[in-house]
């Protein structure tokens, strides 16, 4: 199957950018999802990229590099509710294009 | 108000007794997920329906049974066989006509069985 790698935490200051680094290694990449999840609660769509280059909506941005097996989700102006978890998910053929999720990335944003 | 529910919020159950949990969606998608999170990990996929009186075993189908007679409804039902069967459960759901590919999820389920 895939192996897809995050950081496990990090921390931010309200205000400041922070990077989410997610890596992976697939047969037949065919997407790679960004997701937000808040303790005890559903996982919420942030993004959709299948093709190289940076995608931005709002405060939130994300980066695909297919060559490298490479994304990042960018977070600016960062306020204390983004304080969550960031789940990584890919899509590719040998999974039968359905998405399997990375580990998460617990962010937490501090005055 | 369109979107996919899950009940009850928190289930108890004592070892050794089966337990279904509900999941419905008025979407109108054709594709199901039942995902099991634990503390520290992702999301791993515990079986999944693409259409209407089919679905298919995920990763860590083994304890589990799902059935799916209407599209709007995918019960999971955790079994004595599931050894390690506290957890935080979700449902998904999915158009497959849709380009984005977005996946709705339920609020969840946290099972706890002692």
């Known amino acids: 199957g895939q192996n897809i790698d995050q950081p496990t935490e990090m921390t931010a200051t309200e205000g400041a950018i922070v990077q989410i680094n997610c890596t992976y290694q697939?047969?037949?990449?065919?997407?790679l999802f960004w997701y937000q999840q808040h303790a005890g609660e559903a996982p919420t769509f942030l993004s959709y990229n299948v093709l190289d280059g940076l995608e931005e909506k709002g405060r939130f941005s994300s980066f695909l590099s297919r060559s490298k097996g490479y994304s990042y989700l960018l977070l600016k102006e960062l306020q204390m509710k983004d304080s969550a978890s960031y789940l990584c998910?890919?899509?590719?053929?040998?999974?039968?294009?359905?998405?399997?999720f990375g580990r998460g990335t617990s962010l937490i944003v501090h005055p | 108000d369109g979107g996919i529910t899950q009940s009850p919020k928190y289930l108890f159950r004592k070892e050794g007794q089966n337990v279904t949990l509900s999941c419905e969606q008025n979407l109108n998608h054709d594709a199901m997920y039942w995902y099991r999170q634990d503390p520290g990990q992702g999301l791993r996929l515990i079986y999944y329906s693409q259409i209407v009186n089919d679905f298919q075993k995920g990763d860590i189908a083994e304890g589990y049974s799902v059935s799916r007679e209407k599209k709007e409804s995918f019960p999971l039902t955790v079994t004595s066989a599931q050894k390690n069967p506290t957890a935080f459960y979700l449902c998904a759901s999915q158009s497959t006509s849709s380009s984005s590919y977005e996946q709705y999820f339920g609020p969840g389920t946290r099972l706890t069985v002692t």
């Open positions: 998910a890919v899509r590719d053929r040998r999974g039968s294009y359905i998405p399997t």
């Open positions: 697939t047969s037949g990449f065919n997407g």
